[in-house]
């Protein structure tokens, strides 16, 4: 039983240091090639707060979404997607590289070739404008939009 339970955490300590020389050469290649990046601000520490039971009044608890919270708690800690970003971020000062933050309200849903907005402009991975009919990869529409509003930003910031 101990052996198991060993085992388990040795694969628990390859998987992050896999994943940690990822993020070290995929942070690497950003700064290295780019000299704006940009990034949705994602607020990973909201996110990854533990949701407050809400008590109903009667000694129990009603449902708070506790569940699907924490299903997304684990999946935001299991990419390390915050320290990815930290990574990044070090790199790109050292390098002197940019490195900009944006809303991500809406980035998967508005046109990134026409600016039209709405729900229905997305059919999984597939983004088809409702407002002028143009059609891409669901997520490389989103990235348009997330390179262009840190573009807009980096025009106001100059
Ligand atoms: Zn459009």
Not at 40 to 50: F, T
Not at 134 to 153: M, S, T
Request: aromatic share 6%.
């Amino acid at each position: 039983m101990a052996a198991h339970h060993r085992k388990i955490a040795n694969q628990r300590r390859d998987f992050a240091h896999q994943r940690r020389d990822f993020a070290h050469q995929l942070s690497r290649r950003l700064v290295n090639d780019y000299d704006l990046i940009v990034f949705e601000d994602l607020q990973i520490k909201n996110m990854a707060r533990r949701p407050r039971p809400r008590p109903d009044g009667t000694g129990g608890y009603e449902a708070n979404g506790a569940n699907a919270k924490a299903g997304l708690n684990r999946s935001i800690h299991d990419a390390g997607w915050g320290e990815f970003i930290a990574m990044t971020i070090y790199k790109a000062e050292s390098a002197g590289r940019e490195v900009i933050a944006v809303d991500p309200r809406n980035t998967s849903r508005t046109c990134s070739g026409c600016g039209h907005v709405s729900a229905g402009n997305r059919h999984g991975a597939v983004f088809r404008c409702l407002g002028c009919g143009r059609e891409a990869n669901a997520d490389v529409n989103a990235a348009e939009n997330i390179l262009g509003a840190g573009g807009a930003r980096q025009l106001i910031a100059a």
